[in-house]
């Protein structure tokens, strides 16, 4: 752990000092705006359609407010034309890879939409998959899925090799946002 973007998506959420957040959410709508500007037609070409609306998968915890991730949509007013809160939290479990049909709850206005589903770290995809599941059983279409991080479990190389080698693996390519993440 200890790299930038690591630093970023915890702290924008959980930083004691207000102005770390506030100042990480800025780095949060411009990574995703960044992203988004650059491979928007990339997602849609490999859906094989646009979006019109992205929302945010919402936390499961009780959070007084809108999620950090919705404050830092809000700084950027071409990513805040486009977001809709489409899901509320349900009152199904959702376990480290168990998705639940009931996780999440969509909202009416999900009903016809083409939804890019945004969320800020993405560890087995249950929470992803669970909102998912909910928008489309409201009528929506899922576009695609954006995760700003990914989570690797590496502290126990010896129990899961696969993991510290694919770590190891992409850790040896420079970033670059030119490069899709769909290439």
Known sequence: MGAQLHNVLRDYKYAEDEDVRRRHRYHI?????????THRGCIERAAGRPYDVLTVVPSK??????????QAIELA????????????????????????VDGFVARPAAGGRAVLLVDDTLTSGAKLQSAAEALTAAGATVVAGVVL???????????YP??????RARARVPFDFATCCLE
């Open 162 to 167: 696969e993991r510290a080698e694919f770590w």
């Open 61 to 70: 915890r009780g959070r007084a407010g809108a999620h950090p991730l919705e």
């Open 77 to 100: 007013p071409a990513l805040r034309e486009i977001h809709q809160r489409l899901l509320d939290p349900g009152p199904g479990e959702i376990g480290r890879n168990r998705p639940a």
């Open 149 to 159: 991080g990914r989570v690797i479990d590496v502290s126990d190389p010896q129990r």
């Open 29 to 37: 709508a411009a990574l995703l705006l960044r992203f988004l500007s």
